[in-house]
């Protein structure tokens, strides 16, 4: 298997700004691990409710993410770390006018429903990104509560133009039973167009795309893995066209045995 240039568009390194990464140091600890690992195209993405876009909110994450950089230009200059942001859908009249608030210059941003849960109106919430001439990366969709029986959004989602951003930690079960079956589903329906860590730089949340491209790569998916890490990240970034992924069932790899053993799940 021939490892990609991998990307991640979704992670917590900002320090001291959302509940990712603490300070400098907690950050460059997992950004020297992705260098060695080889994911050299980081977008750190600090959670922002949309309600609170008004005034100087930038300051103080452009300040810290400023300090970030200078450190991992030091210790891991292999790593091209870009800045976004991860929306949350808070506020229909919020202001998404600022064009450098998305993932690279590809018209793209990454955003999130409140509270892990599926909002009484969906498809309005990514139809008010859309009206402000984003296309919307929506960020773990297999994760909220009540997906499972509402599996019908995720079409409707697509349909209207939005990108399907899974965790990587729910391939294998680490957001729950639910978030996996769904995500397998997503996969076999070709509905996943992306996978990020959602890293924030705990030991217990501290997944990698790597991990995913493993073990969809050593589960007969590499093909899929490689769209997924690799090519449909960096063209997001680029503002490209996204690949359509191919249908994929992963089989039971080593590195589900591993966790399983591990974890006695």
């Known amino acids: 298997m021939n490892l990609p240039p991998l990307v991640d568009l979704h992670c917590h390194f900002v320090p001291g700004v959302d509940d990712g990464a603490r300070d400098v140091d907690e950050a460059l600890v997992q950004l020297r691990e992705f260098e060695r690992l080889g994911i050299h195209t980081v977008v750190t993405t600090p959670h922002l409710a949309a309600s609170a876009v ?4 930038r300051d103080g994450i452009e300040a810290a993410f400023a300090e970030l950089k200078e450190g991992a230009a030091r210790d891991c200059p292999g790593v091209d770390l870009q800045r ?20 690279g210059e590809g018209g793209r941003l990454l955003v999130e429903f409140p509270m892990l849960a599926m909002p009484a109106y969906p498809d309005r919430m990514l139809e008010i990104v859309l009206a402000a001439g984003w296309i919307p990366v929506l960020a773990h ?12 959004w995720i079409d409707r989602w697509r349909d209207l133009g939005a990108l399907m951003c899974v965790n990587a930690g729910s391939l ?3 957001h729950g039973g639910e978030a996996q079956r769904v995500v397998h589903r997503m996969l076999a329906e070709s509905l996943v167009d992306l996978v990020a860590s959602d890293n924030h730089a705990r030991p ?4 990698t795309v790597r991990e995913a491209w493993e073990y969809l790569a050593e589960a007969g998916c590499e093909e899929q893995a490689t769209l ?3 090519t449909n990240p960096a063209a997001v970034l680029a503002g490209d066209p996204t ?5 994929c069932e992963p089989r039971q790899g080593w590195v589900g045995r591993l ?7």
């Open 172 to 174: 294998w079960g680490d």
């Open 141 to 152: 969709p297999e994760r909220y509560a009540g997906v499972e029986r509402s599996f019908g």
């Open 84 to 103: 976004s942001f991860e929306f949350r859908l808070d506020d229909p009249d919020a202001d998404l006018s600022d064009p450098t608030i998305g993932l």
């Open 259 to 265: 966790r399983r053993l591990v974890t006695g799940g």
């Open 54 to 57: 008004h005034g100087d909110w």
């Open 228 to 230: 997924l890490t690799a």
């Open 243 to 247: 690949v359509a992924v191919p249908p």
């Open 204 to 207: 217990h949340r501290a997944t």
